[in-house]
Structures are given as C-alpha cells and as structure tokens.
C-alpha cells in the first residue's frame, strides 16, 4: 500500500471494515477485532493511528507484527493468516493488516479476558466501528455460510407463513418474538429461522445488543 492510499483509508475513519490501535496491546485484545473481521466483511487492521485518526506510528514494527501473528494463529481458533506490511506515513511506521473475509467462519476466541467466557465459545462480528460477541443464531449461521456446507430444502408451514405475515405487517422481528407469536420453544424457533435465512427468505440484522430478522 502507498503512503496516500493509506492516509486516504485513514481519512475514512474507523468503521465495519476498518479499526484503528495506538498499539497492539495484548494478543486477546487483538484477536477480537482479527476474528470479527473474519467473520463480518473482512478489514484492516491499522497499528500506530489514534482513534482519532491521528497518526503517531509505533516504536517496535517487529513487536507489533510478532503481537498480530501470536493472535491469529493462538488466540483464533481456527487460525487466521493475515497480510502484514509497514507503511511509512510522515516519517512514522504503521503496521497494516489485512483480514480476508474467511471462507472457514466462525473463527473464536481461544482465550478471553472476560471471566465469564472460560470455557465458551466466543465469536466476534462487526457492528459499525465495534466488534461485538454474536449471538447464538449469527454463530450458527456463520458456519452455513461456507462454500461446503449443504444447500437448505425449505416447505413453508404454518409457522412459516405466520411468520411472514407478520414481517409484512410489522417489518422486523426477534428470535423470542417468534418464539411467542407461533407458540414454540426458542430453541425450534431459533432453528426455523436460521433455515429462513439460509434459504434467502429472511435476513439476519446485527445490532449491538441484539439481532433481529426482516424479509429478504
């Protein structure tokens, strides 16, 4: 990447594809934003740029690459190869790494700093400028969305006819909504949705504290 075509991105601002760091922390911390990039849009990672987009480089470029490369490829599960190189913008070193979008979602946590998370499965998506956990339909629905997995075979019932009427009245619903609306477990509705989604005739919305469905 050339030194203006970096300074352009920056310019941009953070957002789904694009997170900024002063510095690379910690491996956990680093992995989050890698493994949301994998399994959202894919994204850059840019090392040594204030959230503000100020750039202030970073002291160490081999420090900070060894930093994103322990990540991938300890704290992801499964590993993640991202494309490292160093820009130097004004006489400052920036580390920028590029995340493809993966072909193997989900990509989890290996370790987490949160207490509550040993032993779980944690995934990380993009929401606008933030990587937030998934919830459990995004999770599962991320593994269908490889190239291997099965093509879906869908008969539209009763619950599923319900549930479009519905969306054509009100637009948008939740997993517990449907749940109550056709009087079944969250779990089975969890997993018809899911099967609604995968056959394109719903669409899964993230948002940061929960997702919701519309019509496709």
């Not at 203006?4 to 910690?26: N, V, Y």
């Not at 490829?73 to 190189?85: A, D, G, S």
């Not at 989890?108 to 993009?126: E, F, T």
């Amino acid at each position: 990447m050339r030194p203006q075509e970096l300074i352009d991105l920056i310019s941009e601002g953070e957002s789904t594809t694009l997170e900024f760091k002063r510095q690379a922390t910690t491996p956990t911390k680093i992995a989050k934003e890698i493994s949301a990039f994998a399994n959202t849009k894919g994204g850059y990672l840019l090392v040594g740029i204030d959230d503000d987009g100020t750039i202030v480089g970073v002291k160490s470029e081999k420090s900070e690459v060894d930093l994103i490369e322990s990540a991938c490829e300890f704290n992801i599960t499964p590993p993640i190869e991202p494309e490292i190189e160093i820009v130097n913008v004004h006489n400052s070193e920036i580390v920028v790494a590029y995340i493809h979008q993966s072909k193997t979602k989900p990509h989890s946590m290996v370790s987490d700093d949160n207490p509550k998370a040993k032993g779980k499965k944690r995934a990380y998506i993009r929401v606008g400028e933030k990587s937030v956990i998934s919830s459990p339909e995004m999770y599962r629905l991320m593994g269908y969305q490889n190239p291997d997995s099965q093509p879906v075979r869908l008969i539209l019932g009763d619950k599923e006819q319900r549930l479009l009427a519905y969306l054509e009245k009100y637009e948008r619903i939740t997993i517990n909504e449907f749940s109550r609306l056709v009087n079944i477990s969250r779990r089975r509705a969890e997993r018809l949705m899911i099967r609604l989604v995968r056959a394109g005739v719903v669409q899964i919305h993230n948002d940061a504290n929960y997702d919701y469905f519309s019509l496709a």
